[in-house]
């Protein structure tokens, strides 16, 4: 989750105790107004005069989400579903007033995913009514409004922004012909359908073959256009789909021997030309013959060479990817020393029982085929150096302290949690916290007395 604030002027305070220049006298703002279009909209009110308060205009200032709609502007209309996706992208230069698109691609049958990502964006972004004094407008030739959808600048920014790029999906709707760009009061960037959509036939391979691949195919366009390919690839039937090329513009590509795709008996690519906005397609059937491969492990911590004292604690942290399954659950990860064997499984593990002398820690990951593959890391357990280890009884005096401290259990739960509740909750709980810190103390001072008669 990004961070929240209680407001910009707070933030600008933040910004400034950590040395970043910020007048919190740019940020006073007109409180909400009720109703309207809900924060979104072909009008939204962000002119110079009604833009944030001492920016000189709200087109060059990283504040376009602070902007209002008017009451009475439209809501934002984007179909709940839709059988077909349109990817447009492109940039917005804000202090010119101009965009220009670089792509738009109307995907007539998406994947499953694809359309799933495109409702996930609508919801998140009608969830924090986010606003823009620009927006994407599918329209049809006439000019009437199919779809609009602010364009939104997500990311925090604490100097001005000179120019904004997007990628956004639009459900594509029977009779949008036109994808364009607007500010409150103008189109400041389009893009027209063509009459007539491609064709592309893919050529080779033609049957099973291994990495390296060439592929190759044939496409044309009616109306002359010039056309870009995109290489797709799956391993699942096409469950899902990966991208392996993109912008090409001559009719082939070779796929080298190295490259990362999930292993298939079956991979299938499939060839995407677009001519600018309409998009054609081609399968070469299950060609590609890859084996399943294994994890990639990455060891985060301890660092290569490290030293630490005898029983000093050693916090063991790493991942594991895998080009089929994707990352790889914690309870696939082990972790093993060459001296001391096995240590414990998980993405995050605590030793403290390290024999002294030059060791070799390894973490291995297993996917769900079977394969394995490791990552290692050296270290030294330095004998000269001995942090005091807490025996069994201490530990269990330790622990009796701190459960004591902890109040009584929550019903119902595993394991079991304990809570205070009330105002006083606070207070007790620093107060239980100085008691066990002290019995500790005393614990431990008592059983060390009594070891040492």
């Known amino acids: ?109 998406p994947p499953a995913v694809m359309l799933d990502a495109m409702a996930s964006e609508r919801d998140a972004q009608l969830q924090r009514g986010a606003t823009s004094p620009f927006h994407l407008q599918l329209e049809t030739a006439d000019g009437t409004a199919l779809v609009f959808v602010p364009v939104i600048d997500d990311t925090t920014y604490h100097t001005p922004v000179h120019s904004l790029s997007f990628s956004i999906l639009l459900p594509d709707v029977p009779g949008g012909e036109v994808v364009r760009v607007r500010s409150a009061t103008a ?36 109306d002359g256009d010039p056309l870009t390919f995109t290489v797709l690839y799956t391993a699942d039937q096409g469950q899902t789909w990966r991208v392996v090329a993109d912008g090409l513009n001559e009719p082939s590509f070779t796929l080298e021997a190295d490259a990362t795709l999930p292993g298939s008996a079956q991979g299938v690519f499939r060839v995407l030309a ?122 269990a005096a330790l622990a009796t302290v701190l459960e004591a401290a902890s109040g009584p259990a929550v019903p119902g739960e595993t394991p079991p949690r304990r809570q205070l509740s009330g105002l006083v909750g606070p207070a007790i709980l620093a107060g239980l916290a100085l008691l066990a810190l002290a019995g500790v103390g005393l614990l431990v001072y008592g059983l060390r007395r009594r070891g040492a008669r």
């Open 274 to 395: 677009n001519d600018g906005f309409l998009t054609a397609s081609d399968d070469s059937g299950p060609v590609y013959q890859l084996p399943n491969r294994a994890p990639q492990v990455t060891i985060l911590g301890p660092a290569d060479g490290l030293v630490v004292p005898l029983n000093g604690v050693v916090h063991l942290l790493g991942s594991a990817t895998d080009e089929e399954d994707g990352p790889l659950d914690p309870s696939q990860l082990t972790w093993s020393s060459d001296r001391d064997g096995m240590l414990g499984a998980g993405a995050s593990l605590l030793v403290r029982t390290l024999s002294a002398g030059d060791r070799t820690l390894t973490l291995s990951a297993t996917d769900s085929d079977g394969n394995t593959s490791s990552a290692q890391v050296h270290l030294t357990v330095d004998a000269s150096v001995v942090r005091w280890l807490p025996g069994e009884e201490e530990q």
């Open 1 to 109: 989750a990004k961070p929240s604030w209680t407001d910009a002027y707070d933030y600008c305070l933040l910004l400034d105790h950590y040395g970043v220049d910020c007048d919190p006298g740019h940020l006073e703002l007109s409180p909400p107004h009720p109703g309207g279009g809900g924060g979104v909209g072909p009008h939204a009110d962000c002119t110079p005069d009604n833009g944030p308060a001492g920016l000189p205009t709200p087109f060059n200032s990283p504040l376009w989400d602070l902007c209002l709609t008017s009451e009475g502007d439209p809501d934002w209309y984007f179909p709940q579903t839709a059988a077909g996706v349109i990817v447009v992208r492109g940039s917005i230069d804000p202090a010119a007033g101009t965009a220009t698109i670089d792509e738009v691609a109307r995907i007539p049958d």
């Open 187 to 222: 189109v400041i960037g389009e893009r027209r359908m063509s009459v007539s959509p491609p064709a592309i036939r893919i050529l080779e391979p033609t049957g099973s073959v291994q990495p390296p691949l060439s592929l190759a195919w044939e496409a044309s366009d009616p």
